[in-house]
Antibody, heavy 119, light 107 residues
Framework: EVQLVQSGAEVKKPGESLKISCKGS????????IGWVRQMPGKGLEWMGI????????RYSPSFQGQVTISADKSISTAYLQWSSLKASDTAMYYC????????????WGQGTMVTVSS | DIQMTQSPSTLSASVGDRVTITCRAS??????LAWYQQKPGKAPKLLIY???SLESGVPSRFSGSGSGTEFTLTISSLQPDDFATYYC?????????FGPGTKVDIK
């Protein structure tokens, strides 16, 4: 079965760092782009960025450039999203999603990781 | 950046109704438009890609059309499982943008 499994919910304090993960299985992890999408509580979907695990080519949304870092470790089929200094406004659900191999759409989604930042 | 709008923002409908949601892009995106369904507490699910191609396993009552800047998602006969929020998503020059969403609820 093709799936993306994300790491569990996190509760952090402002200023702390965090790295969440997204592990792919059931397909060739290095052949598909993996994107990250933010959904703040009660709000819509926001594309954050995307990485190609085969060569770590990464693109960011201008809104998130410099705010987060996207990376991947192809040896363990895992993509990451990290923050160096969290803010309360980073409280959200974060989804990873696989980009369709030929199309510009996300066909497989992780279950989401809830990040709560509160003092 | 390309901006996406959707209308309506909320739609009240009954089972069996034909439902149409419109998505507009601030500039031409050719046919690089996808539609997703999201239910509360769940990840989005891909319905339509490349404006009109039905994702495998998605019921045929869902269809998409359009190109350039205006696109539509149509549900031919609304079913109880279809009450959800629907998002469009565009692709252009290594950048993706989602629309603000349309919530379809029970009339």
């Amino acid at each position: 079965e093709v799936q993306l499994v994300q790491s569990g919910a996190e509760v952090k304090k402002p200023g702390e760092s965090l790295k969440i993960s997204c592990k792919g299985s059931g397909y060739s992890f290095t052949s598909y782009w993996i994107g990250w999408v933010r959904q703040m509580p009660g709000k819509g979907l926001e594309w954050m960025g995307i990485i190609y695990p085969g060569d770590s080519d990464t693109r960011y949304s201008p809104s998130f450039q410099g705010q987060v870092t996207i990376s991947a470790d192809k040896s363990i089929s895992t993509a990451y999203l990290q923050w160096s200094s969290l803010k309360a406004s980073d409280t959200a659900m974060y989804y990873c999603a696989r980009r369709h191999i030929e199309e510009y759409a996300f066909d497989i989604w992780g279950q989401g990781t809830m990040v709560t930042v509160s003092s | 950046d390309i901006q996406m709008t959707q209308s309506p923002s909320t739609l009240s409908a009954s089972v069996g109704d034909r439902v149409t949601i419109t998505c507009r892009a601030s500039q031409s995106i050719s046919s690089w438009l996808a539609w997703y369904q999201q239910k509360p507490g769940k990840a989005p699910k891909l319905l339509i890609y490349k404006a009109s191609s039905l994702e495998s396993g998605v019921p045929s009552r869902f269809s998409g059309s359009g190109s350039g800047t205006e696109f539509t998602l149509t549900i031919s006969s609304l079913q109880p499982d279809d009450f959800a929020t629907y998002y469009c998503q565009q692709y252009n020059s290594y950048s993706f943008t989602f629309g603000p969403g349309t919530k379809v609820d029970i009339k």
